[in-house]
């Protein structure tokens, strides 16, 4: 009997990975590719993954045992429901069904499987293209919030050129992908592609240099 796939499955640990790290694993559908960023199970599995189609590709019809949550990179997703353009964000509560199919551009989406609290019920789109940016906890953040549940927190913030942050903690841990400029903290620099998952109370003090920053941030769920 085989082992159900494991990759970076210790949410104890901190993790990190660049873009220059991605290694595309082929899905069972042509054209469609997968970068694992974290997964526990097979096929079907909790999991953490980029994932890149190819202009007119597609992907067979499955339902959403766990849910489905994605942030659309680059192209347009589309699915039976509607075309979702760069910058779109997507909840799919448990059950939910559909059947990808991509268009000439192509596309390339974040999206987390079998995260969904049970009571989670929420379906959800949002155009960020279109949508409010809010002042944040100091000057030079701004905030766009995607996704509350109990203690789990999803948003996008915009980081200005040089903008300096607190040192804190991040409770129920914190899991970023850097979506334009560059990142900063006391352990290195993050540029656009990069993810970090960081565990439970964990801390870090993040800032930006002169090309600022847009990070996609989910915290309390760890």
């Known amino acids: 009997m085989s082992l159900e796939m494991r990759v970076n499955?210790?949410?104890?640990l901190r993790v990190v990975v660049y873009p220059d790290q991605y290694q595309w694993v082929a899905s069972p559908m042509p054209g469609v590719q997968r970068m694992m960023l974290d997964r526990i199970g097979d096929e079907i599995a909790r999991a953490t993954t980029i994932v890149r189609y190819a202009p007119n590709s597609e992907f067979s019809a499955h339902t959403h045992g766990g849910g489905e949550e994605y942030f659309v990179l680059d192209g347009v997703f589309s699915d039976e429901t509607g075309d979702y353009h760069a910058?779109?964000?997507?909840?799919?509560?448990?059950?939910?069904?559909h059947s990808p199919r991509?268009?000439?551009?192509?596309a390339t989406i974040f999206v987390k499987l079998h995260q969904f609290a049970m009571d989670d019920s929420e379906q959800k789109v949002i155009n960020s293209c279109h949508g409010h940016w809010h002042p944040g906890s100091i000057s030079g953040l701004n905030v766009m919030p995607l996704h509350t549940y109990s203690n789990e927190h999803?948003?996008?913030?915009k980081w200005s050129p040089n903008t300096q942050f607190n040192t804190h903690s991040h409770s129920g841990g914190e899991e970023i992908l850097v979506l334009e400029g560059t990142l900063y903290d006391e352990r290195g620099m993050y540029p656009k592609g990069s993810w970090l998952r960081s565990p439970n109370f964990s801390q870090h003090t993040p800032f930006t240099k002169d090309d600022g920053a847009t990070i996609y941030v989910k915290t309390g769920h760890l």
């Open 87 to 97: 910058g779109t964000y997507v909840r799919n509560p448990i059950g939910s069904s």
């Open 102 to 106: 991509i268009g000439s551009q192509g």
């Open 9 to 12: 499955d210790d949410f104890g």
């Open 154 to 157: 999803t948003a996008l913030v």
